[in-house]
């Protein structure tokens, strides 16, 4: 599986946007570009993800670059709910050995009032 | 509320040992995912189940099986415990398989292995 490479923490301010990198230099061209929060003692959490075009949703926005080495996830106003770990992970659209998410380790953002 | 159930939130037990961990997936879901959370080994996939088949193996060990029901519901059975599978465990669900879908997580069984 291509793998992804995130700084390991970020930290920003409340009520500011915060951009999340990740790179992601092996990618085929049918992985899907995940992106998974974890906020402390929940379960992981859905965010969004893309192929090729930006995504929005109402949590984020996913900025995907024009070669797809590398994707940013945009939170429009950090608020300290979304103090989180966050996951970038590449998912193949056709895979005989299943679809699992591979996660690493993540970037842990820290939002400060 | 992701709408992926687990039940126990909580099990306690003693080494050597067997517990059963359920999942209830969202509705219409039909693929179903485990994965283990350790805090050494950070989250793990164990195993995938799609419409009632074995889809995919993670790093699951022989003690631990799991199937997935005609109701869609999954159980993860967990045997010979040991103290080192004390951790959380998540089941996730999705539509379907292929990387276009989303895994929803439910909030974990936290086991304790004494």
């Known amino acids: 599986d291509a793998k992804t490479t995130q700084p390991n923490s970020m930290e920003s301010n409340e009520e500011e946007p915060v951009h999340l990198p990740c790179n992601h230099s092996?990618?085929?061209?049918?992985?899907?570009i995940h992106w998974y929060r974890q906020l402390p003692s929940q379960g992981p959490e859905y965010v969004i993800h893309g192929l090729t075009s930006n995504v929005n949703n109402r949590m984020a926005s996913l900025a995907i670059a024009e070669d797809r080495k590398s994707s940013t996830l945009i939170l429009h106003r950090a608020t300290l709910r979304d103090a989180a770990v966050y996951y970038c992970i590449l998912r193949p659209s056709n895979s005989n050995s299943g679809y699992a998410l591979n996660f690493g380790k993540g970037t842990s953002l820290l939002v400060t009032p | 509320d992701s709408g992926v159930t687990q039940t126990p939130k909580h099990l306690i037990t003693a080494t050597g040992q067997r517990v059963t961990l359920r999942c209830s997936p969202r509705?219409?879901?039909?693929?179903v995912y485990w994965y283990q959370q350790s805090l050494d080994q950070g989250l793990q996939f164990l195993i995938q189940?799609?419409?009632?088949?074995?889809?995919a193996k993670g790093n699951i060990l022989e003690r631990f099986s799991a199937q997935q029901f005609p109701d869609l519901h999954s159980e993860l059975n967990l045997s010979s415990l040991e103290l080192g599978d004390s951790a959380l465990y998540f089941c996730?669900?999705?539509?379907?398989?292929?990387?276009?879908?989303?895994?929803?997580f439910g909030p974990g069984t936290r086991l304790t292995v004494t």
């Open positions: 509705s219409g879901d039909l693929s």
């Open positions: 092996t990618i085929s061209g049918t992985d899907y």
């Open positions: 996730a669900s999705s539509v379907g398989w292929e990387g276009a879908y989303e895994q929803y």
């Open positions: 189940y799609y419409n009632g088949e074995e889809r």
